[in-house]
C-alpha cells in the first residue's frame, strides 16, 4: 500500500479534529494520567489532549513510519511523549496495565476486522482505565463508493470494515469491558471546493488511484460532500 503523506495530511481542513474532540472530551481526562492514542497518525488529535496532561504522559502509537515521522516534528523533545510504531491487529508496545486511558481517532476501520483489537485495548489498561474511539462505522460512504463503477468496476479498495453498532458491543462485552456505550453518528463533510476535495481524497480515502480516476470521482461528487458515518465507541474496564 502506498505510504501516507503525513506532510500533506497536516495541511489539509480534517473533519477528523471535530471527532478528535468528541473522542477527547469523553474520556475526561485527568492531568496526571497516561493516554495512548492507537492510530495516532501526525499527532494531531494526541497534541490536542497532552494540553489536559500537564503532569502526565502521552504515548503515540502507528503503523506508518512516514506518519510518526510528522508526529515526532511536532512533539520534538517533549519528555512527556512517547512515540512507538505498532499494528493495531496486534498487542500495543506497552506493558499491560501501563494505560489509564485510550483514544483512537479515524484509525480501526483500516483493520480488517476488530476481534483483536479490543481485547488488546483491554489488556493495555489499568483496572478502571477507559477507551473513547472513532471510526469508520456501517453505511459510512456508502454514497461515495456507489459511484465508483461509473469510472472503473475493476477498482478494488483497501480492506475496510465499518463495524456495526451489535457486533461491536458483543466483541468489547467478550474483550471484558463495562459501561459499554457504542453510537452510529452521520457526519456529511462539505469539503470547499474540487481542488481540495482531490487533495484530500488522494491524501486520504483513494490513495492506490490515478489522479485520472481521483478527478472522475470528484466530478462525480457534485456538492463536493463526503457522506462519513462514525462508529462512536465509549467503554471502560472494571
Same mark, same amino acid.
Given at each position: 500500500? +502506498?505510504?501516507?503523506? /503525513?506532510?500533506?495530511?497536516? %495541511? @489539509? #481542513?480534517?473533519?477528523? $479534529?471535530?471527532?478528535?474532540?468528541?473522542?477527547?472530551?469523553?474520556?475526561?481526562?485527568?492531568?496526571?494520567?497516561?493516554?495512548?492514542?492507537?492510530?495516532?497518525?501526525?499527532?494531531?488529535?494526541?497534541?490536542?489532549?497532552?494540553?489536559?496532561?500537564?503532569?502526565?504522559?502521552?504515548?503515540?502509537?502507528?503503523?506508518?513510519?512516514?506518519?510518526?515521522?510528522?508526529?515526532?516534528?511536532?512533539?520534538?523533545?517533549?519528555?512527556?511523549? +512517547?512515540?512507538?510504531? /505498532?499494528?493495531?491487529?496486534? %498487542? @500495543? #508496545?506497552?506493558?499491560? $496495565?501501563?494505560?489509564?486511558?485510550?483514544?483512537?481517532?479515524?484509525?480501526?476501520?483500516?483493520?480488517?476486522?476488530?476481534?483483536?483489537?479490543?481485547?488488546?485495548?483491554?489488556?493495555?489498561?489499568?483496572?478502571?482505565?477507559?477507551?473513547?474511539?472513532?471510526?469508520?462505522?456501517?453505511?459510512?460512504?456508502?454514497?461515495?463508493?456507489?459511484?465508483?463503477?461509473?469510472?472503473?468496476?475493476?477498482?478494488?479498495?483497501?480492506?475496510?470494515?465499518?463495524?456495526?453498532?451489535?457486533?461491536?458491543?458483543?466483541? @468489547?462485552?467478550?474483550?471484558?469491558?463495562?459501561?459499554?456505550?457504542?453510537?452510529?453518528?452521520?457526519?456529511?463533510?462539505?469539503?470547499?471546493?474540487?481542488?481540495?476535495?482531490?487533495?484530500?481524497?488522494?491524501?486520504?480515502?483513494?490513495?492506490?488511484?490515478?489522479?485520472?480516476?481521483?478527478?472522475?470521482?470528484?466530478?462525480?461528487?457534485?456538492?463536493?460532500?463526503?457522506?462519513?458515518?462514525?462508529?462512536?465507541?465509549?467503554?471502560?474496564?472494571?
Amino acid at each position: 500500500m +502506498k505510504a501516507w503523506d /503525513g506532510v500533506a495530511y497536516d %495541511a @489539509l #481542513p480534517l473533519p477528523h $479534529e471535530q471527532w478528535g474532540i468528541r473522542t477527547i472530551e469523553a474520556l475526561n481526562l485527568q492531568p496526571n494520567e497516561t493516554l495512548l492514542d492507537a492510530g495516532c497518525g501526525t499527532g494531531r488529535d494526541a497534541q490536542l489532549a497532552l494540553e489536559q496532561l500537564p503532569n502526565g504522559f502521552l504515548v503515540c502509537v502507528d503503523q506508518s513510519s512516514t506518519m510518526l515521522d510528522q508526529c515526532r516534528s511536532r512533539f520534538g523533545q517533549d519528555s512527556r511523549v +512517547k512515540i512507538l510504531e /505498532g499494528d493495531l491487529d496486534k %498487542a @500495543l #508496545p506497552v506493558e499491560p $496495565e501501563s494505560i489509564d486511558a485510550i483514544m483512537s481517532v479515524a484509525a480501526l476501520h483500516w483493520l480488517a476486522d476488530h476481534n483483536n483489537v479490543w481485547r488488546h485495548f483491554f489488556t493495555a489498561l489499568k483496572p478502571g482505565g477507559r477507551i473513547a474511539t472513532d471510526c469508520g462505522g456501517f453505511g459510512n460512504l456508502a454514497k461515495t463508493l456507489a459511484l465508483v463503477p461509473q469510472i472503473d468496476p475493476n477498482i478494488k479498495f483497501p480492506d475496510w470494515y465499518y463495524a456495526n453498532v451489535a457486533d461491536t458491543e458483543a466483541l @468489547l462485552k467478550a474483550a471484558g469491558f463495562v459501561d459499554i456505550e457504542v453510537s452510529l453518528r452521520p457526519h456529511p463533510t462539505p469539503l470547499p471546493n474540487k481542488e481540495t476535495l482531490e487533495t484530500y481524497l488522494r491524501t486520504l480515502v483513494f490513495r492506490e488511484w490515478s489522479d485520472e480516476h481521483i478527478s472522475k470521482i470528484s466530478e462525480l461528487l457534485t456538492d463536493n460532500t463526503l457522506d462519513y458515518v462514525r462508529l462512536e465507541v465509549r467503554a471502560s474496564k472494571a
